[in-house]
């Protein structure tokens, strides 16, 4: 895989000599974007060829060819460059501008790269919320599409559980007990009660009714006994059949 230059792309880097940070000013500051070690300038320029020969700046005019100007100078922090082509004294083509902050050399981006660079971060923005939402997203056959966040399962955490009531039995069982309860209760009645808790039981009177005589008892199982042992009155006999007369 062949190498990539950084020359290619001069967005993303600076470049600094601390030598000469204490000294910038507009008269120098062209030679200071000169040195060697810049990798915004190039060599081939009519800069370059001014300087070799020891001419001054007035004669980049008479020129034709690639050339840096000092754009605009605040003092002591900011410095622009131009890097422009020029064609005629009159005419030049502007090719990029550097900014120079507190020493530092920076290429200042064009109107294209800024429109793509804010496009691919404002699409790379809303990629990540469709991710992040996509992620969230459940689906069951039974219950279809539904939201689950994080957020819900910390609350559903930190929210206290309340255990649910069993019920002992179920309402058909609870009456058919308390049917067999009162039932027995009528058969065998309690003996003792306590009003409250900790005092002492009193007896309870319980009223038996009055059994009847063994003698009636003999009395009603015989009187059933002689109306079934009664003879039966005899019925009439079928009636006599006459001969009739000729």
């Known amino acids: 895989m062949a190498a990539v230059d950084f020359r290619d792309n001069l967005l993303g880097i600076s ?88 020493g530092v050399v920076y290429q200042a981006p064009d109107l294209g790269t800024v429109i ?53 039995s179920s309402l058909f069982q609870r009456h058919r007990v308390d049917t067999l309860l009162l039932d027995l209760r009528s058969k065998f009645p309690p003996t003792f009660y306590q009003p409250k808790p900790g005092e002492k039981p009193i007896p309870v009177e319980v009223k038996k009714e009055p059994e009847p005589p063994t003698e009636a008892v003999k009395q009603e199982e015989r009187e059933p006994a002689t109306k079934s042992s009664a003879p039966a009155p005899p019925s009439k006999p079928p009636p006599e059949k006459r001969a009739r007369l000729q």
């Open 15 to 102: 470049w600094v000599d601390s030598g000469w940070v204490p000294i910038l000013n507009p008269g120098n500051v062209l030679d200071y974007f000169s040195e060697r070690s810049n990798p915004f300038y190039d060599r081939t320029c009519n800069n370059e060829v001014v300087k070799m020969q020891r001419l001054t700046l007035e004669h980049l005019n008479q020129m034709v060819g690639v050339e840096y100007i000092l754009l605009h100078a605040q003092e002591p922090i900011l410095y622009i460059i131009r890097k422009q082509q020029r064609q005629s004294p009159t005419q030049e083509i502007p090719l990029a501008d550097y900014y120079i902050i507190a």
């Open 116 to 168: 793509s660079s804010r496009a691919l971060s404002a699409v790379h923005g809303i990629q990540s919320a469709f991710d992040e939402a996509v992620s969230y997203c459940r689906y069951h056959p039974s219950k279809g599409y539904w939201w689950h966040f994080k957020d819900q399962e910390e609350r559903e955490k930190n929210k206290p559980k309340s255990k649910k009531k069993e019920e002992a």
